[in-house]
């Protein structure tokens, strides 16, 4: 079968050129461009007016983090043009181990999207997480022979990898031997300590957080993965970087993006709409976005408007809304019109949807589990939120604990808890945070990164408690409780991560748990959940929150929440 796509000018991402030009297909795949006529083909589509360029690759994504399973995921990426994507498990594989890691391969098999896997280095993330498995080089060394395994997925433990832990070292030597891609995350990291990480293999980051950040890596042989997801919103800082020397070192990546703003706003086609807004060559943003992604991981048959090369491809109204009319995924026309034409789910063994579903281990919780042992006034380390910024700065204030616990909405001083939900521990880390905006009530969640305990933030202990237990009854979710009532909730059953329910329906739930916010004082417009679901990770400056108490991130050690000394 042969198809024609005549009239539609071509993005050349080898040279940045834009040409009208034919482009035929044969077998799903680019038999040719250039010279061809309607009697070439079976089939022909005029494309006049239109633009004709690769399939979008997500370089970066946890699919967990849109709430989806990965055939809902497919439904609501491929209609933006992502035809591929490069996804990291690690947020099951801390919840479930390798059962995790099975259940996303099988869940992504044969879907008209890519799902290709980078296999987690760290989980846990570090030694202060308490996680629901272990993995090591043994564990996840025979993940490595599945045909969409591409190489070991982000390095968090950046304090270890410079510091030249073996366990971790032998993960990343294990994927290195392979000649797989071995990626980072190391925010803010710099001179030898930097340098040190990189010559232990790393290759990337999608941490940056500042031009300056990117260019120092570049300059030192890494790829830099401009994120815009959710929580972290980097595109803005890092526009320097689709200039000059820096574009060619650079792909486009999500990260983490809640099925709310990927519905609404899209996925890589809205990083590369909105460069193109502030300014910058859409040209660029898609060549970062396909080639540059595809030869950066290896992949050396998608990418490009080519012969021989994979037929994944975008007809486009024009490039600087970047509105995607029709997709093609191996040949195949999946999005017709910017509608998703319908495919089959995959299936997914039973032994593996009990073991997602089952995954949540945790007493019921009072009040008083929310209490710090304290009296009097004192000083004490808070954690000081930024928004837009997955970045949290140490604040000292003077908290009040004969009066309202410490919790003074006043200041914007409310509580925090993250809760152990894995193994019946009973471990409860227990800290206050500053600039939630929260004025009363509680919110709670499953997903927080990246051990995924049961998180809750609030300005009552007694709504915290409900809360809590809102979403243990649920067996994982998300809640927002004022007054002992539940406001809004979204069910999260799988793994405590992912929804049961379309695309659609999922983004109505999770709008409605972020609007449900607003009735606790916060501003209009703040996406709390995801900011707080990132309060507990330890791998991201400067002051974080365990099942085991404070953590200074960046001398990796345990802190008192009292100051006074």
């Not at 690769?54 to 946890?62: A, E, K, T």
């Not at 007694?462 to 067996?475: H, S, W």
Request: hydrophobic share 40%; proline share 4%.
């Amino acid at each position: 079968m042969k198809t024609l796509l005549k009239n539609g000018t071509v993005i050349n991402v080898f040279t940045g050129e834009k040409e009208k030009t034919q482009v035929l297909l044969e077998d799903g795949r680019i038999a040719g461009v250039g010279d061809y006529c309607d009697g070439d083909a079976d089939e022909v589509e005029d494309l006049e007016g239109k633009y004709l360029c690769p399939g979008f690759i997500d370089g970066h994504i946890h699919i967990e983090s849109s709430m989806l399973l990965p055939a809902e995921f497919a439904r609501a990426a491929l209609p933006h043009g992502t035809t591929a994507v490069v996804a990291d498990p690690h947020e099951i594989a801390n919840v479930c181990g390798e059962e995790g890691i099975r259940f996303m391969l099988a869940a992504s098999e044969g879907l008209p999207m890519t799902v290709y896997v980078m296999i987690p280095s760290c989980v846990p993330a570090t030694k202060f997480d308490e996680a629901g498995a272990r993995l090591e080089a043994e564990d996840i060394r025979p993940f490595y022979a599945h045909p969409r395994v591409l190489g070991l997925g982000e390095v968090m433990s950046y304090h270890a990898a410079a510091g030249g832990d073996a366990g971790l070292l032998r993960k990343i030597h294990d994927a290195l031997e392979r000649g797989l891609v071995v990626n980072g995350h190391a925010p803010l990291l710099s001179g030898k300590e930097l340098d040190r990480y990189i010559a232990a293999g790393v290759g990337d980051d999608h941490e940056c957080s500042s031009a300056e950040e990117a260019m120092e890596r570049i300059r030192k042989g890494q790829h830099i993965l401009i994120r815009e997801g959710t929580a972290a919103r980097n595109l803005e800082s890092l526009l320097p970087l689709f200039d000059g020397p820096f574009a060619g070192r650079c792909l486009l990546v999500t990260d983490d993006r809640h099925p709310a703003d990927l519905v609404e706003q899209g996925h890589i086609d809205d990083i590369i709409r909105k460069a193109a807004a502030a300014g910058k060559d859409p040209v660029t943003g898609i060549r970062m976005a396909t080639i540059q992604a595809a030869e950066y991981f290896g992949l050396r048959d998608v990418g490009a408007v080519a012969p021989g090369y994979r037929a994944d491809l975008l007809v486009l109204e024009d490039l600087e809304s970047v509105a995607v009319r029709d997709v093609y995924q191996a040949g195949k026309k999946v999005v017709s019109e910017g509608k998703v034409l319908p495919f089959a789910d995959p299936v997914i063994p039973e032994e593996l949807q009990r073991t997602v579903r089952g995954s949540f281990h945790l007493e019921e919780l009072s009040a008083e589990d929310f209490r710090v042992r304290l009296r009097g006034r004192h000083s004490c380390r808070v954690i000081g939120m930024e928004r837009g910024q997955l970045l949290t700065q140490e604040k000292i204030r003077e908290l009040d604990f004969d009066k309202g616990n410490g919790i003074d909405v006043g200041r914007d001083l409310v509580k925090i808890a993250v809760i152990e939900r894995h193994r019946h521990t009973g471990h409860i880390g227990l800290g206050f945070a500053e600039g939630t905006g929260v004025q009363c009530g509680a919110l709670a969640s499953s997903v927080s990164h990246d051990s995924h305990n049961l998180i809750v933030i609030g300005a009552d202990e007694e709504d915290m408690a409900f809360a809590a237990n809102q979403i243990r009854a649920l067996g994982g979710g998300m809640a927002v409780v004022r007054d002992k009532k539940v406001i809004a909730q979204m069910p999260l059953p799988f793994a405590g991560l992912m929804s049961a329910g379309t695309a659609v329906e999922t983004a109505a739930e999770n709008a409605r748990a972020r609007e449900g916010v607003y009735a606790l004082g916060v501003p209009c417009g703040r996406e709390l959940f995801m900011a707080m679901s990132f309060l507990s990770l330890p791998v991201i400056p400067h002051l974080k929150l365990t099942t085991l108490g404070l953590v200074d991130v960046d001398r990796q050690e345990l802190l008192p929440l009292v100051a006074d000394n």
